[in-house]
């Protein structure tokens, strides 16, 4: 035997009867229990981060072991969700009325919750403004060959109306209204369609009394028998048909294809390339450039202002050929008198303001980008105002581009 066998066997020996012994204790001392899942083990290492400041850590393995039960085919992780949390999430109202939180509103203060909120857009009267769809009117165009959608010519269920203005609306500042605030207007909505007279109350007990002139309008879709099957043929794939025709045009959309319209198409591209700038012309517009930024506003931030004001575009218009919308063309913005374009309806608090010489500068935007409806109470404007400053310096770095100085 070597001299280091002779040092290291009785070494090797003490370590066996050492480890022999701990393990007959473990054995006999220690309680067996299951190998948890592999999710039990992760949401155990979360919660019991969570909880370690106020919980007892002996205690806690138990407690997470309960909260997260393995599950066939899953990680185990998390937990279901409690009837509260799920209710707080689950706000939709269904044509039955299920859903509907007590509470009432009358068409009186519908008008003004109306008009303070969703006339911008909507129009005084519901019968829309600009763009903006109109909530009001139609009433017996669905057979035309242009159709006004409206709540009364072409909605169904009042739990619609109920449902999207309670969950989408005000356009910005979607939320924002109580379920009475929501009933009233609803109510005035129905009043604006001639469907209630001015001293209607809607309520959750008699929504489903109201009702819709259009509800018998709609069938039941039966494309899963009927069309389905159809779609789910073997398709073709080659000489499918001996000639192709064109038997319809599109007048609404002039989207048909016009044979001679592609020709001269093809050849204003043609004649193009013969139109562009010389590269002499085109060094010069380079050269010139920088200097140009070097007096105006940071070409980074105008263009992200550019993408801000996409909230904005809805309702106001710049450049050339901008035209007032539901809101005001916002050319030569800075230095002009507050509520001072010729021709737009402003609120009352605007016209106060003109009346009172005010006038827009860059200190008064800001406060009025950040905060409309403290900056101006009692403008109709939906708009909640931003909530990042770097977004309205943005924004007002973009409308300098369009003051002419003048």
Known sequence: MSKFLKLFAPTATGAAAVLGSAYFLADQLVTDMPAPARGEIVSAAVADTETQATTDQASAPVQLASAAPARDGGFGLGRPATEDEVRAWDVKVMPDGRGLPVGSGSVADGETLFS?????????????????????????????????KTVGSYWPYLSTVYDYVHRSMPFGNAQILT??????????????????????????????????????????????????????????????????????????????????????????????????????????AIAEAPAQDAVGPDPALVAAGETVFRKCSSCHQVGDGAKNRTGPHLNDL??????????????????????????????????????????????????AGFRDDQDTDAVLAYLKTFDSGE
């Open 116 to 148: 303070d909120n969703c006339a911008a857009c909507h129009g005084e009267f519901a019968e829309g403004a600009g763009n903006w769809p109109k909530l009001a009117g139609g009433d017996g165009s669905l057979a035309n060959d242009d159709p006004v």
């Open 179 to 284: 379920p009475d605030e929501t009933y009233a207007i609803t109510a005035y909505i129905l009043y604006s369609n001639f469907l209630v007279e001015d001293d209607f109350v809607l309520s959750n007990e008699n929504f489903l009394e109201v009702e819709m002139p259009n509800a018998g309008g709609f069938i039941v879709d039966d494309r899963p028998e009927t069309e389905y099957p159809l779609w789910r043929a073997e398709p073709c794939m080659e000489a499918c048909k001996t000639s192709v025709e064109i038997t319809m045009r599109a007048t609404v959309l002039d989207v048909t294809p016009d044979v001679e319209g592609d020709e001269v198409a093809a050849e204003t591209v043609a004649a193009a390339p013969a139109e562009t700038a010389a590269p002499a012309e085109a060094e010069t």
């Open 334 to 383: 800075f230095g002009r008198t507050m509520g001072g374009i010729e021709g737009f309806k402003y609120s009352g608090v605007f016209q106060e303001a003109r009346d009172a010489g005010r006038v827009w500068d860059e200190a008064s935007l800001a406060e009025f980008l950040a905060k409309p409806r403290e900056y101006m109470s009692g403008t109709k404007m939906s708009f």
